[in-house]
């Protein structure tokens, strides 16, 4: 494996600072304090440890999807160690197209573009969904989702509406709602960081960035199929699903929309099996990625991972 395999890898196994924003208008909430929260016997048990083990988008149910990667693998999966997005694909505004064409280029290069993950910075929605592991914490006002990077975690009020005036913030403002046997999260103000992206191709977004997360349980033989579609498109990188779990697995569904970034919103999936040890593993981004600057692996030289001045201990 060359430098530059060995190092995007480093970074999907291993997983800010961000300028100020006016607060943002807010959006329809999913739900609200006099909609009528679900029985408690009704809803759906989220709980665990849940892992896929790609590093990108799955497949949409249905319509228009995620920009995908023009670089493949012999067997026809994403080359996640060239990550040159289809800036064809008609999602994209001509600016929006534009610049993940020049992303492109300059990961033909050979050299990496600085984004959320690679510079040890929380991830916005729908970035974040990249991690291989994820836990939900389900308590009755609030779902706490809980991601491997960095042990960052978004919290979920249920059946509130957002406020009047959303304060951005890199995770943006969640409310949602159990729906059936559905959970519906709904994400508006997320803060514009200094290396914005909703995805691995430099797609970014604007402070019009909304999100719609549906969470379902499937069951073994749906979650089986969708595990199997998934790794064809982004093969697989880091994390094991338990071969001998037969339970139901774990579907996103999350619809993206954007007038300043898109021409018309589109949605894709991430299919989550049973964590195989069932543990939570440390990954702390900035201790762990081997990134070597004198080889100018990135295309900006003035990023670097973010470090202290003094331990904390």
Not at 128 to 154: C, E, G, M, S
Not at 220 to 227: C, I
């Amino acid at each position: 494996m060359n430098p530059r395999s060995e190092f995007l890898l480093a970074l999907a196994l291993a997983g800010a600072v961000a300028a100020p924003a006016l607060g943002q208008a807010t959006a329809p909430a999913v739900g609200s304090a006099g909609s009528g929260a679900q029985s408690g016997a009704s809803i759906p048990d989220f709980s665990g440890f849940w892992l896929h083990p790609g590093l990108g988008f799955g497949p949409p149910l249905a319509g228009p999807g995620p920009v995908r990667n023009k670089t493949r693998l012999p067997s026809g999966a994403s080359d996640f160690t060239k990550l040159v997005g289809d800036y064809t694909n008609p999602i994209l505004k001509p600016q929006a197209a534009e610049a993940v064409k020049k992303f492109g280029e300059i990961s033909l290069s050979g050299r990496v573009v600085p984004d959320p993950d690679n510079m040890c910075l929380q991830n916005p929605v729908p970035y974040i969904f990249w991690n291989f592991f994820l836990q939900l914490l389900q308590q009755p006002d609030k779902v706490t989702l809980v991601y491997a990077h960095d042990n960052d975690f978004r919290t979920v009020r249920l059946n509130q509406p957002h406020p009047a005036t959303v304060v951005p913030t890199l995770h943006g403002d969640s409310v949602g709602r159990y729906e059936g046997d559905t959970l519906i999260v709904d994400t508006v103000g997320v803060k514009l960081g200094p290396y914005r992206a909703v995805d691995r191709f430099g797609t970014s977004y604007t402070q019009a960035l909304h999100v719609v997360e549906r969470y379902r349980l499937i069951d073994y033989e749906a979650t089986k199929a969708a595990l199997a579609l998934q790794e064809k498109e982004w093969p697989r990188a880091g994390a094991v699903v338990d071969p001998n779990y037969r339970g139901k697995g774990l579907q996103l569904e999350f619809t993206v929309e954007d007038a300043g970034v898109f021409t018309m919103p589109w949605s894709a999936t991430i299919t989550y099996g049973r964590n195989a040890t069932q543990a939570w593993e440390e990954r702390v981004c900035a201790e762990n990625v081997q990134h070597d600057y004198q080889n100018n692996y990135f295309s900006d030289k003035d990023a670097h991972l973010p470090t202290a001045d003094k331990p904390d201990f």
